[in-house]
């Protein structure tokens, strides 16, 4: 049996795909935090509570590492062609404590599920019923994550680190061919990184406004930047220049979704944190707190975003050598 062993030298390591990510932060920088408050967008939608997605996809999680645990792999056309998705039990406490919601509105919460049919019991058996809730499929997640692994690889090749650009198509390929696989490591990367702004700004509604502002910033000093600024430099322009134009509450609640008295009343307290200012024209901008209070964060997010990347260009660069090679290849046995 001709059996090929991937080579182990071969790989891209974490530390490189980090270190491209510090390098070309102003590329890379704006088209992250953008696609992460898209995805925000997405899931306020659902229910119009960030905790109670939060929940569903947490336990979603839990069957996708006992598909992982068990070697299954589904693709996504498979792993979207019932509504019924089973999922694991679970306890109360578990989901309190590794989510951060008090444990009186984690009960409540799942009430309100059960109630909603989306969390059906019957007996030892336990299953959400995506039917009963908007959601859409995540074609549009996929897109944004491959273009931005597409133009990661680009800067990749320019750092000297892969030999060759990958394109958008063929990272979206990888993807939903191993989708079980995908979905399980980006809910890995999404969902501490949800819970640890939280708990800086005591609840999700506060982030994704604050974050709408973050990428509205990214993107307009992105274009008064330099094509190559590294994330120190990039970030302090996100701040300082004063040609920076902000969101009143209008467009935030437009853009998020959340209703606009939410908005005005949550944008009070970030001001009052000095999480934000309002100018005259009663626009909101980052403020220098911006720095201090998340460079430490935003690095460990940097670490699990260069894990998550890393994990895929392999994937994707490990198939495209075995291909070539005409050898069967199964990634779940490799990553």
């Not at 306020?44 to 598909?67: G, R």
């Not at 039990?89 to 009186?104: D, G, T, V």
């Not at 707190?289 to 940097?302: A, D, H, R, S």
Request: aromatic fraction near 12%; include cysteine.
């Amino acid at each position: 049996m001709n059996v090929k062993i991937p080579d182990i030298s071969k790989q891209i390591y974490k530390e490189d795909i980090q270190s491209v990510l510090e390098k070309r932060y102003s590329i890379l920088g704006p088209m992250w935090v953008s696609q992460q408050m898209e995805w925000c967008n997405t899931i306020y939608a659902s229910f119009k509570d960030h905790d109670k997605f939060l929940i569903l996809i947490y336990l979603v999680k839990k069957t996708l590492d006992f598909y992982s645990r068990n070697f299954i792999k589904l693709s996504y056309d498979e792993f979207y062609s019932k509504n019924i998705v089973e999922i694991e039990k679970f306890s109360m406490s578990e989901i309190s404590e590794n989510l951060n919601i008090p444990k009186e509105s984690a009960r409540r919460k799942l009430y309100e599920l059960e109630k909603e049919g989306v969390i059906k019991k019957d007996k030892k058996k336990i299953t959400i019923d995506r039917s009963k809730f908007y959601y859409s499929k995540p074609e549009n997640s996929i897109k944004r994550v491959s273009r931005f692994l597409a133009t990661l690889s680009e800067m990749c090749v320019s750092e000297n680190v892969i030999p060759k650009k990958i394109t958008s198509e063929e990272i979206e390929i990888v993807i939903k061919n191993d989708f079980s696989y995908f979905w399980k490591i980006y809910y890995e990367l999404q969902i501490p990184m949800m819970i640890s702004y939280k708990k800086i700004f005591k609840d999700l509604e506060s982030f994704h406004i604050f974050g709408t502002c973050i990428v509205n910033q990214h993107l307009f000093a992105r274009k008064i930047s330099d094509d190559y600024v590294g994330r120190d430099d990039f970030l302090k322009s996100t701040y300082s220049t004063e040609k920076m134009q902000g969101l009143n509450a209008m467009s935030i609640s437009d853009i998020t979704g959340i209703p606009r008295a939410t908005v005005i009343r949550k944008l009070k307290n970030l001001v009052k944190e000095k999480n934000l200012k309002i100018d005259e024209r009663k626009h909101y901008t980052l403020t220098g707190k911006f720095i201090k209070t998340l460079m430490p964060l935003q690095e460990n997010v940097l670490d699990k975003l260069s894990n998550f990347s890393v994990k895929i260009i392999n994937l994707y660069l490990l198939i495209n050598r075995l291909d070539k090679k005409k050898i069967p290849f199964d990634p779940q046995k490799y990553f």
